[in-house]
């Protein structure tokens, strides 16, 4: 099928000719591998796609109802759509995916990481239907993908593990009466799968029932499973883990450790590698217990063995994840690899691109899980629509992995991440410096995300240290979340400026495309006879709203800002696709981009960021915000509704008034037309963006 056209459902599905002639690459031995299905979608889809273009493989891509226009379906050479935007019905409905394999002629399944990955009946469905599965044997899934069934492994095989219960009874009264035996706090833990789903910490019995029918039901809905084990709890360990490689001719590797310690609701926001203040020595037992653990199971593919580690460096086994990891891309910085390469001439037959002795460890990497995220509301995760993103540029030592564009959406069906900044540089501070000056460059408008969380994480002296574990977070929360300052009177001035330079470029680009005569009164200058124009802005910052009054000329604007004046001028300009501003604030030049979206500027800075709501003229209102039609602006209250279905309203005309932050926003109707539906009465709470009213044009209603 061809990309961005209309894809039929799976039953009936259109396929390309399957005597096409593919491009193979010339694999040294075994399979040849020339189109390879990913069982997957967003960031981690994408990163498979450009490993297999670089090796001349195409790829197929599958994908819900609601990734339709997603990012790693137009890079695909084929794509399919496999059901609704539930996983259960798409991403994890195994016969659907096995069917689109056929259909498309693909060699090989690449599952990604999530859904199928570490599902052992999709590997073995796979073998069954003589299509490769790029990953593990379905023995070794078995054997180390179930946490409880690789703790047993370990054990036998004489690696340290933490204390707890793996066994098959998975009744209430036993998992209660182990967790007693183990002693609280304990560790509620999902078998199957990771990423943190399903893991929860009882610190008592009277909380205990509570938390183990909250983790049973995320890993029934992640995996498909509500099997957990119980684990004694280590306080303030730190998560060290080793990513390892295996072939088909019983050569293993390690190819050093990462350090994933600082972690939010269990889930890692920030990883490196290697793991600070990990001498060789450690480094060297915590690669070769990988290694032997991952032998003991002839394990072949990608994998990570996790560790816990005291202050003291020791090390206890955890889990193996049987897959590639989210945050893999540090392991390929510091050792000059491409791991999804590895992975598909593994698959295809070949040895291990390097031996022990050949994998060198240079430098050191660090990477930023950057999510669609409120990290002042306990992290929780959000949606919406990118209506605004740029990015560090990348280069050989920043990479941006992401599934996204501006103008999509985040899906409310799945994981909120919308990116990894992953850096490098030869030491940890030099690394840690990028980072931080990369997080300053990602600039993000229409949802909420955790940028700014990341910089103050990446900036604590105690991460600068070194110093993690993955109480990290709650011990240092009072430094992590700082009261927010007021914004400078300077920076509102700049604000302010933006959006009246921004207002009069549109004015003047209407008027030059109207017909209409304008009034030589009705001009956004200073220049008046005999009167100083004066006009009065109202801007939002939280809580601190300030007024201000403006004088202007032609070139020069005065604000009084709480009896202080300031002289500005400036200019707006584009630089690429993103709108500039150039100031000067009494005498002090600075840039700054500019975002104007809905009733919202936003300024970024080279080091910080501004985000104002303001009173928007009419006219500014209407080209900026509601081009699309008469929806919310922000999200908040509907005060006052003025019209009803059957109503004919004119551009302008007033259509209800809403209340966000203490502020009143009249919504004004965009065009001119006969109202058909008001979808919020008074009182209602409306989302941002949700369609308030819907109308239709007078000459639609008279036909």
């Given at each position: 099928i061809l990309k961005r056209k209309k894809r039929p459902k799976l039953n009936i599905l259109l396929h390309r000719d399957s005597k096409e002639k593919i491009p193979r690459l010339a694999w040294k031995c075994g399979h040849n591998i020339g189109k390879i299905l990913i069982a997957n979608r967003g960031e981690i889809a994408c990163r498979v796609m450009r490993t297999a273009k670089k090796m001349g493989v195409k790829s197929v891509a599958v994908y819900s109802e609601a990734d339709r226009n997603s990012m790693h379906v137009a890079m695909a050479d084929e794509a399919y759509c496999i059901g609704p935007a539930p996983s259960q019905q798409s991403y994890l409905a195994m016969e659907k995916i096995m069917q689109v394999a056929k259909v498309s002629a693909a060699q090989a399944i690449h599952p990604g990481y999530g859904f199928l990955s570490e599902n052992t009946e999709f590997a073995e469905l796979c073998k069954q239907e003589g299509i490769i599965f790029i990953g593990p044997p379905s023995s070794a899934i078995r054997d180390m993908g179930i946490k409880s069934t690789s703790k047993a492994i370990m054990s036998a095989a004489g690696v340290p593990v933490v204390e707890g219960y793996h066994g098959e009874d998975q009744s209430d009264e036993c998992l209660k009466e182990h967790a007693k035996r183990i002693g609280y706090p304990v560790m509620i833990k999902a078998v199957r799968g990771g990423g943190g789903k399903g893991m929860r910490i009882a610190h008592?019995?009277?909380e205990f029932?509570?938390?183990?029918?909250?983790a049973r039901r995320e890993a029934k809905k992640s995996f498909n499973d509500d099997a957990v084990l119980i684990e004694k709890f280590v306080d303030n360990p730190r998560h060290v883990e080793v990513q390892v490689f295996g072939d088909q001719h019983g050569n293993a590797v390690y190819l050093f450790e990462r350090d994933c310690s600082v972690q939010r609701r269990h889930q890692k926001i920030i990883e490196e590698a290697p793991g600070p203040g990990i001498n060789p020595e450690v480094r060297r037992r915590l690669g070769e217990a990988a290694v032997k653990a991952a032998k003991a199971v002839n394990y072949v593919g990608a994998g990570t063995v996790e560790f816990i580690m005291d202050s003291k460096h020791n090390f206890y086994f955890m889990e193996m994840n049987t897959r590639l990891q989210v945050e893999h891309p540090v392991t390929e910085m510091i050792t000059g690899t491409d791991l999804v390469e590895w992975q598909l001439r593994v698959a295809a037959g070949e040895k291990i691109p390097l031996m022990q002795e050949d994998i060198v460890l240079q430098g050191h990497a660090f990477e930023a899980r950057i999510y669609a995220e409120d990290p002042n509301n306990n992290f929780m995760p959000g949606a919406g629509p990118l209506l605004h993103l740029t990015t560090p540029p990348p280069d050989s030592f920043t990479r941006i992995e992401t599934g996204v564009r501006q103008g999509d959406e985040v899906s409310v069906?799945?994981?909120?991440?919308?990116?990894?900044?992953?850096?490098?540089a030869e030491d940890r501070q030099a690394a840690l410096r990028k980072l931080r000056y990369s997080l300053h460059q990602y600039n993000i408008v229409g949802l909420s995300t955790n940028i700014d969380f990341l910089l103050s994480l990446s900036g604590h002296p105690q991460f600068e240290a070194g110093n993690v574990h993955t109480n990290f977070i709650p011990q240092h929360h009072d430094e992590l979340f700082p009261t927010k300052k007021a914004t400078p009177h300077e920076v509102m001035c700049q604000a302010a400026l933006g959006l009246i330079l921004k207002e009069k470029m549109l004015t003047d680009a209407f008027r030059d495309q109207s017909d209409d005569k304008f009034s030589p009164f009705a001009s956004s200058t200073g220049r008046r006879i005999n009167i100083c124009y004066t006009r009065k802005l109202s801007l939002l910052d939280g809580e601190n709203s300030k007024l201000k009054k403006l004088y202007t000329t032609n070139t020069n604007f005065w604000f009084i800002i709480q009896d202080e004046t300031f002289l500005i001028s400036g200019e707006i300009f584009n630089e690429g696709d993103s709108v500039y501003l150039r100031s000067s604030v009494n005498g002090t030049v600075c840039k700054s981009k500019l975002v104007i979206l809905d009733n919202t500027i936003y300024l970024f800075f080279p080091w910080y960021y501004f985000m104002l709501l303001a009173h928007m003229s009419l006219f500014l209102f209407l080209s900026v915000g509601m081009q699309s039609g008469a929806v919310a602006p922000m999200t908040g209250t509907v005060e006052k509704v003025f019209v009803k279905a059957g109503d004919k309203v004119?551009?302008?005309?007033?259509?209800?008034?809403m209340i966000a932050m203490k502020m009143?926003?009249?919504?004004?109707?965009?065009?001119?037309?006969?109202?058909?539906?008001?979808?919020?009465?008074?009182?209602?709470?409306?989302n941002r963006h949700a369609p308030l009213v819907e109308f239709v044009d007078e000459e639609a209603e008279s036909k």
């Open positions: 008592s019995e009277k029932l509570d938390q183990l029918e909250s069906h799945y994981d909120p991440m919308i990116a990894k900044l992953v850096v490098w004119k551009i302008g005309d007033p259509l209800m008034v009143e926003h009249t919504i004004r109707a965009p065009k001119a037309g006969v109202i058909k539906k008001v979808n919020f009465q008074e009182g209602a709470q409306a």
